[in-house]
C-alpha cells in the first residue's frame, strides 16, 4: 500500500481511515510505517473519532505510545465526549498517560 504510494487519507465506512484501523487492532508496525509515509494523524470519522482515540478505547498501549510520540492530540474530543485522555483513563493505560 504505503510502497505503491496508496493515499492514506482515504475515509471508509464513516470515516475510517487505514491509520484509525490499525490503532483500532494494535498494528502498530503498520501504523508506524504508515506515519513514516507521513499518513495524517488528526483525521476525524463521523464521530469525531481519531486514531489516537480509537487505540485508546481499544486499550492498544503500543500504538497509543507511538500515536503521541508522533504529535497526535490528547485533547481530541469525539462526538461522545471522549478524548484519548479520558480514554487512557478508563481503560488504565497508565504508559499513555504518562505521555499525556
Known amino acids: ?3 505503491a504510494k496508496a493515499n492514506l487519507e482515504v475515509q471508509q465506512n464513516e470515516g475510517w ?3 484509525m484501523y490499525c490503532a483500532q487492532n ?3 508496525h503498520v501504523a ?3 506515519l513514516e509515509a507521513k499518513a495524517n494523524l488528526e483525521v476525524q470519522n463521523s464521530d469525531q473519532v481519531t486514531a ?8 492498544h498501549v503500543e500504538c497509543a505510545i507511538l500515536l503521541l510520540c508522533a504529535g497526535a492530540h ?3 474530543m469525539d462526538r461522545f ?14 504508559d ?5
Open 74 to 76: 490528547a485533547d481530541a
Open 26 to 28: 494494535g498494528h502498530d
Open 32 to 34: 508506524r510505517a504508515m
Open 52 to 59: 489516537l482515540n480509537a487505540a485508546c478505547y481499544a486499550g
Open 81 to 94: 465526549g471522549d478524548t484519548p485522555k479520558s480514554l487512557a483513563q478508563q481503560k488504565g493505560l497508565e
Open 17 to 19: 481511515t487505514a491509520l
Open 1 to 3: 500500500m504505503i510502497e
Open 96 to 100: 499513555v498517560l504518562a505521555l499525556m
